[in-house]
């Protein structure tokens, strides 16, 4: 039996999601192979030869992989699907968007977005924005399976799998990349930070979100993330997005401040581990899946805290 | 060009699901049941590329129960000019339904499809990417900008960091994201109208595909309750918690 991870592969180096997906992937069972796809994408390669428990990285190097488009792309994972009995990516915006494609042309039902694995051919995936929960036993011959990689740890460093170059699968010209606008950050990125910021509507505008978060997310070296109420309002960008239609995360501490707590939301936080929320309202719902509620004005305590941490 | 607009037929966004006893599903017996809102917006978009010129008739389709017309009527309503009703008493995967898509794709000839990203049943998001699979054509994903350019269509998609902008050949398959638009309201004059328009009927066995289920459910459960947790009175509270019991900061 073998299973193949296809790697998150960003400016030459690979994401957190792929030792996480590796995880995912070993306890399937049988060997774990990665595929790194890219344009100059040889330190990528390596990388992903480092992470333990990997059988050998397969490395396409072409100009169609380097926006990750979405035809060439999952024409070149069906050219190598063959010879495994798994294939799993994360579940971020490529692996969506690739993952669909793959199935299909194998003709296989995708497992979306697994939370963890029951048996080599059983999963448990949520549904209704993680308002139930899921187990599918596939019986396709192949399994096509996306991996909410919050759900499992990263595998470690410390393998040295050999890297093998295969042949790139062409590309059938359906599509183009014309350009990419991504926020610039200093911050760490939202999906993989340790401590998470989040501000809500009660912030009231943009201004008061750059100067109430901001100093507090800094002082705690944290990500910045926004409830979906305050990205339509406009105080931040929608890629600031926590929740079921936003990004799902799962740091260490979540500070949820001015944030009501509407299932949409919950569903893309409640796995933290340690969750603080500040909100003068005593019965938002927020305060149900909170570790430490703090019934407060934000405008008073957020600078105090802000400050306490100094 | 003509626009074919799938929409599923799902519990309305706004009802808390409960989780049946025997762990069989979701309880559907006597719940609010809407259009999938990704649906949503794909109509209103198809609607506004038809009042930009850039279309000319737009066909709405589901696959699901006789009810599933409910939400055909609404997407007529809105300004769809005829509706399509596949109908199937079975819970059909995105693998079944592209393969029914399929079919009706090669018969209405579409310039484009548009759909939601994922429903918000079982959250999948895999139909419209599988749509364009099968039929090879390209796929723009989770729009958030579409236009009609050149005899090309240029999708503007939100990904992880920001958004990507892509251009795509036609016939293409289109899924959107929450900001592409924001769907109107149907007026009484319009939903009146709209029960005047012509509505097809089939059924899903007419078009002799396989749409079997591959994935057996073998229970549906709550998911794990967090309990909550303590009040703290102030920050310094809250600090001497973080840092002593949890051990976070």
């Known amino acids: 039996m073998a299973v193949l991870v296809v790697a998150d592969v960003h400016g030459g180096s690979i994401d957190d999601s792929t030792h996480k997906t590796v995880t995912a992937a070993g306890s399937i069972g049988g060997d774990v192979d990665i595929l790194v796809a890219g344009e100059n994408a040889g330190d990528a390669a390596a990388a992903a030869a480092k992470i ?90 192949k399994k096509v399976i996306t991996v909410r990689a919050t759900a499992f740890k990263a595998a470690e460093e410390g393998g040295s799998a050999s890297v093998e170059t295969i042949d790139a699968a062409g590309n059938p010209g359906l599509s183009e990349f014309v350009e990419e606008n991504l926020t610039k950050s200093d911050r760490p990125e939202l999906a993989g930070a340790k401590v998470v910021v989040s501000g ?86 927020i305060f149900q899946v909170a570790d430490y509620g703090l019934v407060a004005d934000l405008f008073k305590v957020v600078p105090e805290l802000t400050e306490a941490l100094g | ?24 599903g979701v309880d559907l017996a006597n719940v609010k049941m809407s259009m999938n809102p990704f649906d949503e917006i794909a109509v209103e978009e198809a609607i506004r590329l038809k009042e930009a010129g850039a279309a000319e008739e737009i066909v709405a389709v589901s696959i699901g129960p006789e009810k599933a017309q409910d939400q055909i009527r609404q997407a007529l309503a809105m300004g769809a000019d005829r ?33 939601g990203k994922q429903a918000i049943d079982d ?24 236009e009609k350019t050149d005899g090309k269509l240029d999708v503007t998609r939100e990904i992880d960091g920001g958004l990507q902008t892509i251009k795509i050949n036609l016939p293409a398959v289109v899924t ?50 967090r309990e909550a947790g303590v009040k703290v009175e102030s920050v310094a509270e809250l600090v001497e918690k973080l840092k002593n019991e949890a051990g976070v900061i």
């Open chain 1, 200 to 285: 809500g509507r009660a912030l009231g505008s943009s201004e008061k979100f750059e100067e109430y978060i901001m100093p507090l997310a800094d002082k705690l070296g944290a990500a910045v993330g926004a409830s979906r109420a305050a990205v339509d309002a406009g105080y931040v960008p929608n890629d600031y997005q926590v929740g079921q239609t936003g990004k799902v995360v799962a740091p260490e501490l979540y500070i949820a401040i001015g944030i009501s707590g509407a299932i949409q939301h919950l569903a893309g936080m409640k796995d933290s581990k340690v969750i603080v929320a500040i909100n003068k309202d005593e019965e938002a719902p």
């Open chain 2, 1 to 24: 060009m003509k626009i074919l607009v799938p929409v599923k037929r799902v519990i309305d966004y706004n009802v808390k699901v409960r989780v049946k006893s025997d762990e069989t």
């Open chain 1, 52 to 141: 333990s428990g990997v059988r050998k990285v397969l490395h396409a190097d072409d100009p169609a992989y380097a926006n990750r488009l979405a035809e060439p792309f999952a024409d070149l994972i069906v050219s190598i699907a063959g010879d495994y009995d798994a294939i799993l990516k994360a579940a971020a915006t490529t692996g969506k968007n690739v993952m669909p494609r793959v199935a299909a042309k194998l003709d296989v039902m995708q497992i979306s977005e697994i939370v963890s694995v029951d048996a080599p051919d059983t999963f448990t995936r949520p549904i209704y924005a993680g308002n139930a929960m899921q187990t599918v036993k596939s019986n396709d011959p």
């Open chain 2, 176 to 225: 959107t994201d929450l900001r592409l638009n924001e769907p109107r309201y149907a007026s009484l004059p319009n939903i009146m109208k709209a029960k005047k328009k012509p509505l097809d009927v089939k059924d899903a066995g007419d078009y002799g595909v396989d749409i079997a289920p591959r994935l057996e459910v073998v229970k549906v459960t709550e998911p794990p309750k």
């Open chain 2, 123 to 146: 959250d999948s998001n895999q139909t419209g990417q599988m749509l364009a699979a099968l039929l090879d054509w390209p796929q723009g994903t989770f729009a958030s900008k579409v």
């Open chain 2, 83 to 115: 509706g399509l009703l596949i109908k199937t008493g079975e819970t059909v995967e995105p693998l079944g339904v592209a393969k029914l898509l399929q079919k009706v794709v090669e018969e209405e000839k579409p310039e484009l499809v548009i759909l």
